[in-house]
């Protein structure tokens, strides 16, 4: 390295964001993860005994994927190359592979090629990295917000081990904080003081996400007046207008918004209205389109309320007009009143379970034909030919009832809908048994 290559590397540790600078360089300098990175653990031990498969980080943004990647290539001795999936393309991938057999054949040296947002990569360049991957050619790690499950083709998930990693405990941003503080040239420098409340809030708002709290610390401390004695003092209101406002972790397209909308459907047919309301809040904080959730509504009216209480479907139903007509933000009070509605109404799941065992018994037995007494007979020649011959009008009995098959003979002792003894319902199967002795279980 000449003396101009070295200034430039000053220069460059100078103007990088202070992520960067403080991004760790060995594993016992970094933070979180102790699930995976931890002494004893899978991932620490891997790279310890220098025994690696290529693998895929998995995990919300600023949680450490990318810093990693590049500890392993360090304690590894490897030759890395790092590319974005959202600007590289095959072109950029087989110039690394080139230069990855040049290594390996005349170095004897491992190449490592990190692809960020390896979700964004298309079926047609996801295979072009199987063959490398499978012959150790390249250890590829990538790193995806989505679920790779869903974005990366099952040849590539083969041959890669999946490590998923999660959004950073409070303690664990407080110390990420703290090491800013503490190490950072350039905040020494400055005299940053951070105090008790703005800690408190950063911590807070940045949801897990380091990246989040240093590039905070980073804009308050240029926005910090300075005191008296050279102090930069940086307050809770100093921080949330750096943040301007708390960072969701919330992809409308990604694993997230299904893990967010799993969690409100399942807080309401588990019948709690404030775990509803809360999940509800995290969407629409996070930008969610409000019809989105009233759809969900609609679904889970029939799905687990039913019958136990018919006036559900109405409410969610109307709610979707609702707030079609007048729009965020006052459409969160609509669906806040249904949310909480459909979370405190008894529950039942037997008109779901109906249908389900009717569609698996059609698809499953032979389709018999209809009974002759239940077929419609509008000319007279259906009625010569038996048609709706024997039917009994119900509307000519008493109670408007009468003891009739209406299934194919060869199911006509078959039950698919079994009332709860939930809310309305149970008034549905009172009449139902008193009506169809010959069906009782």
């Avoid at 996801?126 to 499978?134: F, G, K, N, R, T």
């Avoid at 008296?228 to 960072?247: A, F, H, P, Y």
């Avoid at 078959?414 to 279980?441: A, D, Q």
Wanted: aromatic share 8%; hydrophobic share 40%.
């Amino acid at each position: 390295m000449d003396l101009f290559d070295q200034h430039g590397g000053e220069q460059e540790k100078v103007t990088s964001p202070l992520a960067e600078r403080l991004r760790p360089k060995t594993m016992d300098d970094f933070v979180g993860q102790v699930h995976l990175a931890g002494k004893g653990k899978v991932l620490r031990q891997a790279i310890e005994q220098d025994d690696l498969v290529s693998m895929i980080f998995w995990g919300p943004p600023g949680v450490g994927k990318t810093t990693l990647a590049r500890i392993i290539a360090l304690e590894t001795e490897s030759d890395f190359y790092a590319i974005s999936a959202v600007t590289a393309g095959v072109a950029d991938v087989r110039k690394i592979i080139n230069q990855a057999k040049y290594n390996r054949k005349a170095l004897g040296k491992r190449t490592i090629l990190f692809i960020d947002e390896i979700h964004r990569f298309n079926k047609a360049q996801q295979d072009a990295l199987l063959h490398s991957v499978e012959d150790g050619t390249i250890l590829l790690i990538g790193a995806t917000t989505e679920n790779p499950s869903f974005e990366v083709i099952s040849a590539l998930l083969s041959r890669c081990r999946i490590y998923k990693l999660e959004p950073f405990s409070a303690d664990e941003v407080a110390a990420i904080i703290d090491r800013a503080l503490e190490k950072d040239d350039i905040l020494t420098s400055k005299k940053i003081k951070l105090d008790s409340d703005a800690r408190e809030a950063l911590i807070h708002y940045s949801g897990g996400d380091a990246r989040v709290a240093l590039n905070a610390i980073e804009l308050a401390m240029k926005l910090a007046s300075i005191d008296s004695e050279g102090n930069r003092i940086i307050s809770k209101k100093l921080i949330e207008e750096s943040l301007q406002r708390k960072t969701l972790i919330y992809d409308k397209k990604g694993d997230y918004h299904y893990d967010t909308i799993s969690a409100f459907i399942k807080s309401i047919r588990g019948s709690d209205p404030n775990a509803a309301v809360y999940w509800m809040a995290r969407m629409l904080e996070g930008g969610e389109d409000p019809k989105f959730i009233a759809r969900r509504l609609i679904i889970l009216a029939s799905e687990d309320i039913g019958n136990a209480h018919p006036h559900a479907l109405v409410m969610a139903n109307a709610a979707f007009d609702a707030i079609h007509k007048v729009g965020m933000p006052e459409a969160q009070i609509i669906l806040a009143q249904v949310a909480t509605y459909l979370a405190s109404v008894p529950k039942s799941n037997a008109a779901y379970l109906a249908i389900n065992q009717a569609m698996e018994d059609v698809r499953k037995t032979p389709a018999e034909p209809v009974p002759l007494h239940l077929r419609n007979a509008p000319t007279q020649l259906m009625k010569d030919e038996g048609y709706a011959d024997g039917y009994k009008y119900p509307h000519d009995f008493p109670e408007h009832f009468v003891d009739e098959n209406y299934l194919p003979e060869s199911k006509k002792n078959v039950i698919y809908y079994e009332p709860s003894e939930s809310g309305y319902e149970k008034t549905l199967k009172e009449r139902l048994l008193r009506l169809w002795k010959k069906r009782r279980k």
